[in-house]
Nanobody, 114 residues
Framework: QVQLVESGGGLVQAGGSLRLSCAAS????????MAWYRQAPGQKRELVAA????????NYADSVKGRFTISRDDARKTVSLQMNNLKPEDTAVYYC???????WGQGTQVTVSS
């Protein structure tokens, strides 16, 4: 099993940047894929970015390609989401996810003002 704790959300103006981090517990972190999701008010939770273990191949939602970067540090058991050129439509609660365990963090709020 794995437990996830996100940090790094906040309020930022459009065009600004934020970096989200997710700290994981457990001994299997380095061999499991990880992902970031987000959920805006009244909307379904959607996949933002994902990263595989070992080769760190990445996948992004079309709406964030070229602006967001997902990365992982297996030694520190963390996965990060660097978000640049933020837009008001990026406003949401962002969740860290370990799909193998269907594990979720508590979420962190990101608010982008216009």
């Amino acid at each position: 099993q794995v437990q996830l704790v996100e940090s790094g959300g906040g309020l930022v103006q459009a065009g600004g940047s934020l970096r989200l981090s997710c700290a994981a517990s457990g001994s299997t972190f380095s061999i499991i894929p990880m992902a970031w999701y987000r959920q805006a008010p009244g909307q379904k939770r959607e996949l933002v970015a994902a990263i595989t273990p070992s080769t760190s191949m990445t996948n992004y939602a079309d709406s964030v390609k070229g602006r967001f970067t997902i990365s992982r540090d297996d030694a520190r058991k963390t996965v990060s989401l660097q978000m640049n050129n933020l837009k008001p439509e990026d406003t949401a609660v962002y969740y860290c996810n370990a799909p193998v365990y269907n594990a979720w963090g508590q979420g962190t709020q990101v608010t982008v003002s216009s």
